[in-house]
C-alpha cells in the first residue's frame, strides 16, 4: 500500500492517473448523453441502419461533415440540419456521443419526419 | 572595538518572504505574460490591420473557444498526440535496439556507421516527396517521418554510451561471475541511460516540431493541419490558437514527463545539474 502511495508521488504517475480519470469522465458523459439523445429519439432498440436528420449545435464546417460522412450517406445539409442515409447502429451511437450535436430525429425513407 | 566593515547589501525580495521561490517564480512568469498580452491587445488598433492579418488575443481566446465548442480542437490535439506516442515509441525502440547492436558490436559499427551517419545528414524534409510517392498522403508518411527522425538521435547516444562504459566496470562484473546478460543489463544499459536519455529528449523535440510540420504537409486533422488551415480559410486566429496548443502540449509533455525523466535518469549521475541548483 505505501509503495502504491510512494508511486503516487511521481508527477508523472501523478498526472497520467488525473489525465485518465477525466477521459473516463468525459468518456462516460458522451455515453449518458448519447443514450439520451437516442431514447428521446426512440433510435435506442437497435433496429439495423436508420435514416435520420441531425441538428448540430452550430453550422457545420468541413470536420463536422467528414464525420457525418464516415456515419452515413449524407443527403441533404440544411443550414444547422443534416440528413443521413443509412446509418448502422454503432455509427449511430458513435455520431450520437460527439457533444456538437444538439439532436437526432428518425425520418423515414421519403425523407419525411 | 567597534566593528566598522560594511555590512553586505541584503537582497530585497520582489515578493512576500512567506512566498516559495517557485511561487514567486510562477507569478512573475504570469506577469511577464499578462504584459505580453496586454500589450499585443494595445498594439492592435494602433496598427491598425485588419483581423485576418493581425487578431487580437480576445479574437485568438474568441477562437480557442469556439473550436473546443464545435468540438475541432480536442480531436485534433488528441490525434496529433496520438500520432507522436506511436512514432516516439517505435523510434525509441529502433534506435535503442540498433543502438545497442551497433555499440556492443565493433564490427557491425564499423560496417554500418557511415550509412548511418550518411543518413542522418540528410534533413528529414528532403524525405518528404519520396515518403509521399511510396506511402501517399496520411498517417503512414507521417509516421515515418517521425519515426526517421526520432531513430537517429537515439542511436547516435545509445552507441556512444554503450562504447564509453568504463571497461573497468564490465571487467570487474566478468570477474564476480557475472554473464554476458547480467553484464548488459546491470553494468553497461544503466551506464548507458544518461546518453540514451539525451538522445531520447533530443529525438522528442525535433520529432514534435517536426509533427506539426507534417500534418501541414500531409494530414487533415492535427495541431499543424489546423495552423495550416487558418491561414488558407482566412481564420488566423485559429492559426495562432494552433500555435498556442502546439505550445502548451509541450510545455507540458517537457514538465510531466521529460523533465522527470531527466531527473530520474541523468541527473542522478549527476552529469548535469537540475534546474534548482543552478
Known amino acids: 500500500m505505501s509503495g502504491t502511495l510512494a508511486l503516487l508521488r511521481h508527477r508523472p504517475v501523478w498526472f497520467s492517473l488525473t489525465l485518465l480519470v477525466l477521459v473516463i469522465s468525459f468518456w462516460l458523459w458522451t455515453a449518458a448523453e448519447a443514450t439520451e439523445k437516442l431514447r428521446t429519439a426512440g433510435l435506442n432498440d437497435g433496429t439495423g441502419a436508420a435514416q435520420v436528420v441531425v441538428t448540430l449545435a452550430m453550422v457545420p464546417e468541413k470536420f463536422h461533415m467528414e464525420v457525418l460522412q464516415d456515419a452515413g ?41 | 572595538m567597534t566593528d566598522i566593515s560594511p555590512t553586505p547589501p541584503q537582497s530585497t525580495p520582489i515578493l512576500p518572504t512567506f512566498m516559495t521561490r517557485r511561487r514567486e517564480r510562477a507569478l512573475l512568469g504570469a506577469l511577464g505574460l499578462f504584459l505580453f498580452l496586454a500589450a499585443w491587445q494595445i498594439s492592435v488598433p494602433l496598427i491598425g490591420m485588419s483581423e485576418y492579418f493581425y487578431p487580437s488575443p480576445i479574437a485568438v481566446y474568441h477562437s480557442f473557444v469556439d473550436l473546443i465548442q464545435r468540438g475541432i480542437l480536442p480531436v485534433y490535439v488528441v490525434d496529433s498526440l496520438g500520432r507522436y506516442l506511436i512514432a516516439i515509441f517505435i523510434g525509441t525502440s529502433v534506435g535503442i535496439g540498433l543502438g545497442l547492436f551497433l555499440g556492443l558490436n565493433r564490427r557491425a559499427g564499423r560496417i554500418f556507421g557511415p550509412l548511418i551517419s550518411f543518413l542522418y545528414a540528410i534533413v528529414e524534409a528532403a524525405w518528404i516527396p519520396l515518403f509521399v510517392v511510396w506511402w501517399g498522403y496520411g498517417f503512414k508518411v507521417i509516421l515515418v517521418l517521425l519515426v526517421y527522425i526520432m531513430v537517429f538521435p537515439v542511436l547516435y547516444n545509445t552507441m556512444l554510451g554503450v562504447r564509453t562504459v568504463p571497461q573497468i566496470l564490465i571487467n570487474a562484473a566478468r570477474s564476480m561471475g557475472a554473464s554476458r546478460s547480467q553484464v548488459l543489463f546491470h553494468v553497461v544499459l544503466p551506464a548507458a541511460l544518461p546518453n540514451m536519455y539525451t538522445g531520447f529528449r533530443v529525438g522528442a523535440g525535433f520529432a514534435f516540431r517536426s509533427l506539426i510540420f507534417a500534418e501541414m504537409l500531409a494530414a487533415k486533422t492535427g495541431i499543424g493541419y489546423l495552423i495550416y488551415e487558418g491561414v488558407s480559410s482566412q481564420n488566423t486566429a485559429r492559426t495562432i490558437v494552433g500555435m498556442i496548443c502546439m505550445g502548451l502540449v509541450w510545455l507540458i509533455i517537457d514538465a510531466m514527463y521529460l523533465r522527470p525523466l531527466e531527473t530520474a535518469t541523468v541527473e542522478r549521475w549527476r552529469l548535469v545539474k537540475s ?3 543552478k
Open chain 1, 73 to 113: 450517406r449524407m443527403v441533404l445539409v440544411e443550414g444547422r440540419q443534416i440528413e443521413l442515409r443509412d446509418v448502422s447502429d454503432d455509427a449511430l451511437r458513435s455520431i450520437a456521443r460527439r457533444y456538437w450535436i444538439a439532436e437526432i430525429a428518425p425520418i423515414d425513407a421519403e425523407g419525411k419526419p
Open chain 2, 275 to 277: 534546474g534548482e541548483e
